[in-house]
């Protein structure tokens, strides 16, 4: 398990995205700009109860996971 970077973008988007390294270099800039927000440890639960396997994959293969909050949350 690796350590996970939580951003957020200051555009009214409403998206969020995780990434495997603290600058977040390689989320997409069309959706930005990103301001770090946190980050979840190797043994810490993930929020919204989102899939860290799934996250850890997304990042592995793209550098990145971005998702959305929804209005509810």
Known sequence: MMKIYTFASEAPNRLFAFSGDVEGSSLPPQHGPWKAVGD?????????????KHIEQAIDNYGYQMWRMTKEE
């Open 40 to 52: 979840i440890g190797p043994r810490d639960e993930i929020p919204h109860r989102l899939d860290r």
